[in-house]
């Protein structure tokens, strides 16, 4: 079964530093990778997403995630972060056979610190 | 374009009773899914509907069901209501075949609370 592993649940950065979230899946084929942000009140809104192709993807909002499968991983990047991006991350994976779902990991909060 | 919209934003409901979510899906889209978040954790797949019909599910009991209608609306519905219902309860969309590579948009959710 897949699984999604996200290692950091809180982390605190200082505006305008560069911040790293990492992920780690794990999934028998190539996987169908997902970041999400999540806002107080608010649904899930995609940052970016990875079929196939360039290993580096980049997304809304300044991010950008890079995918190694030899580390199974595929970790989100920001070089400078800003207050708004105070907010829960979610990453995920799919798969395109059987059932259409999303696995998601637990998620980590970010905190930015002025 | 509108998004996705569920309805209410919060309900409490106290133990065995049933409880029905709904979500609009954001126009065009044929597809939706709905996904448990309890507190603290990432959401879960409970199923998806695609053309009206079951498309997939996730280990949920069967006292969790849905409907899609023809206007691509759907209900969430849970019977015999327990505790550990309490949860956000989130709606996404999506276009086209349903498969995993769709973009999957997701509504605010319904927050249940369960006494």
């Known amino acids: 079964a897949q699984s999604v592993t996200q290692p950091d649940i809180h982390i605190t950065v200082s505006e305008g530093a560069s911040l790293e979230l990492r992920c780690n899946y794990s999934?028998?084929?190539?996987?169908?990778l997902f970041w999400y942000v999540q806002s107080p009140g608010q649904g899930l809104q995609l940052l970016l997403k990875?079929?196939?192709?360039?290993?580096l993807v980049q997304g809304i909002k300044g991010f950008e995630a890079e995918f190694k499968r030899s580390q199974s991983s595929f970790n989100l990047r920001k070089p400078s972060v800003h207050w708004s991006d105070a907010a829960e991350y979610f990453c995920?994976?799919?798969?395109?056979?059987?059932?259409?779902?999303?696995?998601f990991g637990s998620g980590t909060r970010l905190q930015v610190q002025p | 374009e509108t998004g996705v919209t569920q309805s209410p934003t919060h309900l409490i409901k106290t133990r065995g009773q049933q409880v029905t979510l709904r979500c609009s899906s954001q126009?065009?889209?044929?597809?939706v899914s709905w996904y448990q978040q309890a507190l603290g954790q990432g959401p879960q797949f409970i199923f998806q509907?695609?053309?009206?019909?079951?498309?997939g599910r996730g280990n949920f009991p069967p006292r969790f069901s849905g409907l899609q209608f023809p206007n691509y609306s759907s209900e969430l519905n849970v019977n015999a209501l327990e505790l550990d219902d309490s949860a956000l309860y989130l709606c996404?969309?999506?276009?086209?075949?349903?498969?995993?590579?769709?973009?999957?948009?997701f509504g605010p959710g319904t927050r249940l609370t369960v006494l």
């Open positions: 509907y695609y053309r009206e019909e079951e498309n």
């Open positions: 126009s065009g889209h044929n597809t």
């Open positions: 995920a994976v799919g798969m395109d056979t059987g059932r259409r779902a999303l696995t």
């Open positions: 990875y079929f196939s192709g360039d290993t």
């Open positions: 996404a969309s999506s276009l086209a075949s349903g498969g995993i590579t769709d973009t999957q948009y």
């Open positions: 999934y028998g084929a190539t996987p169908y």
